[in-house]
């Protein structure tokens, strides 16, 4: 991408953002709270890039939003943004920002990961925003380790770096955790998608002939309208009163086109108590009226309909979210 480009040709490469790149970064950690150095920046910081460092950010109020490596993420607290080395990014905050930041070695923790779990470099080398759920969060608390981490690099005792460094490697046991916690529950969700259109498909089936309002469908299946509505956006494109309207047509199709029935009759078979106003409910969904409908499937020249509503008693396409 152009504007990618553009960036990288012109960031600046920082040990902490301001600070000039050297040495004396490769053998420690580094903590501050986000305001103390994004305020001095106007809580704007420009695209840069750290070239040996990685930097967590534990967002705890407010938020704003990031660039990195040519993505750009909404903020919003409670979140965490890993930053590895040698990603050009940028932040913008609102004033309202507060949180943790940790600085250190990537190269030394990768290190360590590799010795002691060699699952955690993905997470270490992976750029990412992760939300969080403080109602779903295990372990130690990501507040308590932060401040662990702050408490050590401030120390300036023997071995503070390796001390800062396991304790930055826990971070990420618990990081890598919460990133497999949250594949699960999509996955999960996606599960319980699948399960909730085919049981939708099935009371479709069932009471094609009745006209029910949304509303009992939803009771039902234990969902709210508003969650129904939704299903069916997902999986057929349509609201939750459209998708029934379609299988109503479906079912009035095959009546027409198939069955020894008068209109009148199909009417009533379909929970319609006015042959007239299913007329005009046919006619809008498909353009025809049902007697043409009729004399055209018998002719079998049935014009292609453009502008009828998804039927849901065909699948829908792979892209539809099932």
């Not at 750009?72 to 309202?96: M, Q």
């Not at 999960?188 to 259109?197: F, G, P």
């Not at 459209?242 to 009546?255: M, P, Q």
């Not at 498909?286 to 998804?310: F, I, N, V, W």
Request: proline fraction near 5%; charged fraction near 25%; glycine fraction near 6%.
């Amino acid at each position: 991408m152009t504007n990618d480009l553009q960036r990288r040709r012109t960031v600046l490469h920082f040990a902490l953002y301001g600070a000039e790149a050297d040495q004396s970064w490769l053998d420690m950690v580094h903590y501050e709270r986000i305001p103390l150095r994004a305020g001095r920046f106007d809580f704007d910081i420009k695209p840069h890039v750290h070239d040996a460092l990685i930097q967590v950010l534990y967002v705890t109020a407010g938020g704003g939003e990031t660039f990195i490596d040519g993505k750009t993420w909404k903020v919003e607290a409670p979140c965490l943004i890993v930053v590895p080395a040698r990603s050009v990014h940028g932040f913008h905050f609102r004033s309202d920002i507060d949180g943790h930041v940790i600085t250190a070695a990537q190269s030394a923790l990768e290190s360590l990961a590799m010795a002691a779990a060699p699952e955690l470099l993905e997470f270490i080398r992976t750029p990412t925003v992760l939300s969080i759920d403080p109602d779903v969060e295990r372990g130690t608390p990501l507040d308590t380790l932060f401040e662990s981490i702050g408490r050590e690099a401030e120390s300036h005792e023997r071995w503070q770096f390796t001390a800062g460094a396991a304790l930055t490697i826990a971070l990420f046991v618990k990081i890598g955790r919460l990133s497999e916690s949250t594949r699960l529950s999509a996955s999960s969700e996606q599960r319980t998608m699948a399960v909730r259109i085919e049981r939708f498909r099935a009371l479709l089936d069932r009471h094609c002939r009745e006209r029910r309002p949304v509303a009992s469908y939803a009771d039902e299946m234990g969902v709210s309208t508003g969650q129904l509505s939704r299903i069916c956006r997902a999986a057929f494109g349509v609201s939750a009163i459209e998708a029934i309207d379609a299988r109503s047509i479906h079912e009035a199709k095959r009546l027409l086109g198939y069955s020894t029935l008068s209109v009148k009759q199909i009417a009533s078979e379909l929970g319609f108590q006015d042959e007239a106003y299913f007329g005009r409910f046919f006619r809008k969904q498909t353009g025809l009226p049902p007697t043409e409908y009729r004399a055209a499937a018998h002719d079998r020249s049935l014009p292609s309909e453009k502008g009828e509503r998804a039927d849901p008693a065909s699948p829908p396409s792979s892209g539809s979210g099932r």
